[in-house]
Each structure stands twice: as structure tokens, then as C-alpha cells.
């Protein structure tokens, strides 16, 4: 069983910059994939990043694309997020993610994934 520990969650201005932290325990392995989720009040989870740990791909919802970075170091079991230049619609509760089936590519779809972390709440209000 993973065990995971979220970080970096607020509530910023529209405009701002927010880096989540997940420190993913028990991923020892050196395939499978890792990402981000987030669930936004009365709407489906959606998958926002993903990254290979063998391949180094990522993959990226549109909405999210050129203003968050996904990145890793598998030396300290920690992924990362960078979020810029924030929306309000990028309000929700942010997941940490990880599977270690392996795969070419990752998949922003909730059944690729069969670790879940607790969530960080992510709210963008002026």
C-alpha cells in the first residue's frame, strides 16, 4: 500500500502561482506512472497531469496546458506541480496519484489509477 503526503494547497488571487508537492511512500518501483487529479464541487474528477517514471512523458488536460508543469524526483519519491498564472475554474481538490503498471504513455483517466492520495484543496478567488 502507497502512502502519500500532500502539500502546497491555498486559496490565491487569479493570476497567481501555486507548487503542489505529493511524497509518494512505498513507490519503489521503477515503472509505473504518477499525476494529478482534481475534483472540482459538483463535477466529475478529471485527470490535470500525468508522468512515466521509466519514459519521462507527461500528458496534460487542454485547459491546463502551457500554464502547469508536472515533474519528479524519484530520489526523494516526490512529484511536483507547478501551477501558473491561475484561473478560478482551476478551484477544486487537488489529487495525488500513482499506478505502477507500466505503460508507454499516461493516462489522465481516474481507472489507470489505483492509488489515491487524501487531497489539497486549491482555491483561486479574487
Not at 505529493?22 to 487529479?37: A, E, L, M, Q, Y
Request: charged share 20%; net charge positive; aromatic share 10%.
Amino acid at each position: 500500500q502507497l502512502q502519500f503526503v500532500e502539500s502546497g494547497g491555498g486559496l490565491v488571487q487569479p493570476g497567481e502561482s501555486l507548487r503542489l508537492s505529493c511524497i509518494v511512500s512505498g513507490f519503489t518501483s521503477d515503472t509505473g506512472t504518477i499525476g494529478w487529479f482534481r475534483q472540482a464541487p459538483g463535477k466529475e474528477r478529471e485527470g490535470v497531469s500525468c508522468l512515466s517514471r521509466t519514459a519521462d512523458r507527461t500528458n496534460y488536460e487542454d485547459s491546463v496546458k502551457g500554464r502547469f508543469t508536472i515533474s519528479r524526483d524519484n530520489a526523494k519519491n516526490t512529484v511536483y506541480l507547478q501551477m501558473n498564472n491561475l484561473k478560478p475554474e482551476d478551484t477544486a481538490t487537488y489529487y495525488c496519484v500513482a499506478d505502477r503498471r507500466l505503460r508507454s504513455v499516461c493516462l489522465l483517466q481516474p481507472a489507470a489509477y489505483a492509488y489515491w492520495g487524501q487531497g489539497t484543496q486549491v482555491s483561486v478567488s479574487s
